[in-house]
């Protein structure tokens, strides 16, 4: 019978399966559940979706003993389970007779995923309210309960959010949560289609308390709770609107003058700018407390609320003429703003109200920049020895976005300890292995994914009785890898060399001897290896063929310089692998290619599922061919390292270009060429995180080149403020090492930013840290070079009066003139634009007269 019951599941027969499991006793259950979960640990495609995972989820309901046995097995990543799943497992419970499915519940949403957690919810959802029991609180459920009402079931898809929230059975317990966990908000700003209402769930929030249903006392206190307690800009947007839809009466905002008066001076700008707002409306504040506040907001790179603080001070001075001189004072320090304009504006309004005029500024002379040396290149961490250290290394690899330094001691782990004490590894690793979910080694939709070649090393190197099976997987994905090249545009050579190298290691545990590492592994921080020791270790390999991606990847990682010394020791050694090492060293590695930036266009709605609607519709990359060579002479390219460039606009595989510096780290402008796709998206898709790679970028060798220049361009125009820190990052690491081209990348910035393949005000913040950290004369060269193209263009784009203002300033501090073509006519034009205005004060930074 429990064979028959394996293939009912398997065919997704769920009446069939609550038959045969009616009517028999415990024990026979008990048999049946300990059949089961060995048979579903046991199966290599362990996924489980649709008919397939309800059948089995009521095979489990049905013949295991206990809530716990059920969520271990229905907890799996693996198991997909939605709402629909839920009736045919609660009529299980029921002809059963067992009490625990509110405990089930429970025990599953422990398991949920902390990312995109909803699916999983609606299912343990309906196990709830079948019972009638509390739903969980913490963190996972609360957010899976709020994907629930962003993205409700197909059959509440053409119900209001409201007449949805007015029924729902958790609302009372876990709107609260919605206040307290961090960063939820983000989730919380999803809009309603159907009804054509932007951030829906605030509105339906408000529209309950007008009705009743929900105390506004408690709701709007939960709201500055929220507030006071601080989180990113975007997550505290729902909380903002929430507040305004409930619009707090004058003595509702009395209550709060110490929360606005907090918010005003530390809050993001949105939420600032509300509690500004709100205490304008107010017929009296504290003078001393919202001066004080005061300095703070006028310290603030938020010129709006600048600009709205120093129109309210100037409003108070007049009338309160008897606190004017205090006011004035607070005026004066706002003479320090970054802005021009707010800078004049304070400064005006402070002397109007009876401060002393700020001194004249004095001439300084001309000074470059004051960057410290770049760091000493660090070594790379010594090799594991120890399986227990193997575990764990490679634990924190999976659990996590992969680094190119833990992997490649993972990965040479692995080649070392297999076979060497195999029953001590088998029992270290079972730990890891065991809780992997059994997936295939190539990711359906994510070629770039390494997570599931890394997974199947780990059970290859498992004394496992499927190691010969595994082993000739290895083979297969090995062989294919060979003959079909980088299978889909979105994997770089780099990256397949990578797949390659994890493919060959594959084939090779078990067989090669133990104590033996990789000949690749690098010798320092930034991937590079030692020749000395490459030699060593190919004295060490012996007669042995070594590895032919292992090798390729040594080689690659060697310093691109003819070293005829080195080849002729290696020569000498008479072995296959002295050849090919000697036959390298006397050449220069990898020839430049040809390189030039091309303009590619593209439809942003068609890239992905998750492009940004409006963002540019053009992308600088850069196409690469061989170098002309002279007769007879041509570079061995089995990687394609050379050919083809990356006209790809969606980026579901950027994070993995952190990895391709250490790969080749003496080819910058070669890694650079292949990352610009990737590092493009943080511009003008806003992908997070995609310009990560900039400083390894920096931290390589090798000439950068217009491929280096547009990538450092793209960084400084990076939506988010990480990716923005990485390329100022790069930017000075490369300038204190005298790498950095500062007018190429000018003229790149300016180009982009002309364009609108940039959003130019984005660069602003960036080039300002730079020259406050050291760089002033490289962040005036930068922009000397970048602003000729703006001021040309039909319409200079927003952004360029406050590239001048940073201009004029940088131009001032180092003393340097430099002339910038197109200043002079904009200078010259009539009227007080503060582009003109701007443009002027760039003209005249050298002559004041």
């Not at 780990?458 to 299978?487: E, I, M, S």
């Not at 970048?786 to 131009?811: F, H, K």
Request: charged share 25%; proline share 9%; glycine share 8%.
């Amino acid at each position: 019978m429990t064979t028959d019951l394996f293939d009912l599941i398997h065919e997704g027969a769920v009446d069939e399966i609550t038959v045969a499991l009616t009517g028999l006793d415990e024990s026979r259950r008990r048999q049946i559940g300990t059949e089961l979960a060995a048979y579903v640990r046991k199966l290599r495609d362990n996924r489980w979706a649709g008919r397939k995972a309800t059948a089995l989820a009521v095979a489990a309901v049905g013949a295991l003993p206990s809530a716990a046995k059920v969520a271990e097995l229905l907890g799996r990543r693996s198991v997909s389970l939605d709402e629909e799943d839920g009736p045919p497992v609660v009529r299980m419970a029921r002809h059963r007779g067992v009490d625990w499915l509110p405990e089930l519940a429970h025990r599953l949403a422990d398991r949920l995923p902390r990312t995109d957690p909803w699916f999983a919810t609606r299912f343990i959802a309906y196990l709830l309210v079948a019972d009638r029991a509390a739903p969980p609180t913490d963190e996972r459920f609360v957010t899976g309960w709020v994907g629930m009402l962003s993205w409700p079931p197909r059959r509440e898809r053409d119900v209001p959010l409201l007449d949805r929230l007015r029924t729902d059975p958790f609302l009372d317990t876990l709107l609260p949560r919605l206040f307290e966990v961090d960063g939820l908000g983000t989730r919380l700003a999803f809009d309603d289609f159907k009804a054509g209402e932007n951030l829906a769930l605030p509105s339906a929030l408000a529209r309950l308390v007008a009705e009743g249903r929900l105390d506004r006392t408690v709701l709007l206190r939960s709201c500055f709770d929220r507030l006071v307690r601080g989180d990113r800009a975007a997550a505290l947007r729902p909380f903002v609107a929430l507040h305004d839809l409930l619009a707090p009466t004058p003595a509702e905002c009395a209550e709060h003058v110490a929360d606005y008066l907090r918010l005003l001076a530390d809050g993001p700008g949105p939420v600032a700018s509300m509690a500004q707002r709100a205490l304008r409306g107010l017929p009296e504040v504290e003078m001393e407390a919202l001066l004080d506040a005061s300095r703070a907001v006028l310290a603030r790179p938020d010129k709006g609320l600048v600009r709205a603080q120093l129109n309210w001070l100037d409003q108070l001075a007049r009338q309160r003429p008897d606190r004017a001189a205090e006011i004035a004072a607070v005026l004066r320090e706002g003479a320090g703003h970054p802005a021009s304009d707010l800078r004049d504006r304070a400064a005006t309004l402070a002397t109007k109200h009876g401060a002393a005029p700020a001194p004249a500024p004095t001439a300084v002379e001309h000074r470059g920049d004051e960057l410290p040396a770049p760091p000493v290149l660090a070594a790379a961490p010594s090799p594991i020895t120890d399986p227990d250290e193997l575990v764990e290394e490679a634990a924190v690899l999976l659990g996590g976005e992969l680094a190119i330094l833990p992997l490649e001691r993972v990965l040479d782990g692995l080649a070392r300890l297999v076979g060497a004490d195999q029953p001590r590894l088998t029992r270290s690793l079972r730990a890891v292995v065991d809780r992997l979910p059994n997936r295939s080694l190539e990711h359906p939709w994510a070629p770039c994914c390494l997570h599931g070649q890394l997974a199947g090393l780990l059970r290859a190197a498992v004394d496992a009785p499927d190691a010969a099976a595994l082993r000739a997987r290895w083979a297969g994905l090995l062989a294919a890898l060979r003959q079909a090249g980088p299978p889909d545009p979105r994997v770089t050579p780099p990256h397949w060399l990578l797949r390659l190298r994890l493919a060959e290691l594959g084939t090779q545990l078990g067989r090669a001897p133990a104590g033996v590492g990789l000949l690749a592994v690098p010798t320092a921080a930034n991937g590079s290896l030692d020749p000395g020791v490459l030699h060593e270790r190919v004295v060490a390999l012996g007669d042995r063929e070594p590895g032919q991606w292992d090798l390729t990847q040594a080689l690659l990682r060697l310093p691109p310089v003819v070293d005829e010394a080195s080849a002729a020791r290696a020569a000498a050694l008479g072995t296959p692998a002295g050849d090919r090492l000697a036959a390298w060293l006397r050449t220069p590695g990898v020839p430049e290619p040809l390189a030039r930036p091309v303009t590619v266009f593209f439809n942003s709605r068609a890239v992905s599922f998750f492009s940004i609607p409006g963002g540019s519709t053009r992308r600088m990359v850069v196409e690469i061919q061989p170098p002309e060579s002279p007769e007879g002479e041509r570079f061995e390219d089995p990687l394609r390292l050379l050919s083809g460039w990356q006209a790809r606009f969606d980026s579901p595989c950027a994070i993995w270009s952190i990895l391709w510096p250490a790969l080749l780290p003496g080819y910058r402008g070669l890694v650079a060429t292949y990352a610009l796709p990737d590092i493009a998206s943080a511009a003008d898709q806003e992908t997070r995180g995609a310009a990560a790679v900039l400083p390894l970028l920096a931290e390589s060798a090798g000439r950068g080149g217009v491929a280096l220049d547009l990538a450092l361009a793209y960084g400084l125009g990076a939506r988010h403020r990480s990716d923005q820190a990485a390329a100022l990052d790069a930017l000075l690491i490369l300038a204190a090492a005298g790498d950095l081209d500062a007018e190429a990348v000018g003229r790149q910035l300016g180009t982009l930013g002309a364009a609108e393949m940039v959003v130019l005000t984005r660069a602003v913040e960036p080039l300002r840290d730079a020259a406050a950290a050291g760089a002033p004369f490289t962040t005036w060269r930068l922009l000397a070079a970048t602003l000729p193209a703006l001021l040309t263009a039909p319409t200079p784009p927003r952004g360029t009066p406050d590239l001048l203002t940073l201009a004029a300033e940088t131009a001032t501090v180092t003393g340097a003139r430099i002339e910038v073509p197109g200043l002079a006519e904009v200078a010259a034009r009539r009227g007080s634009s503060r582009l003109v205005t701007e443009a002027r004060r760039l003209a005249t930074a050298f002559d004041p007269g």
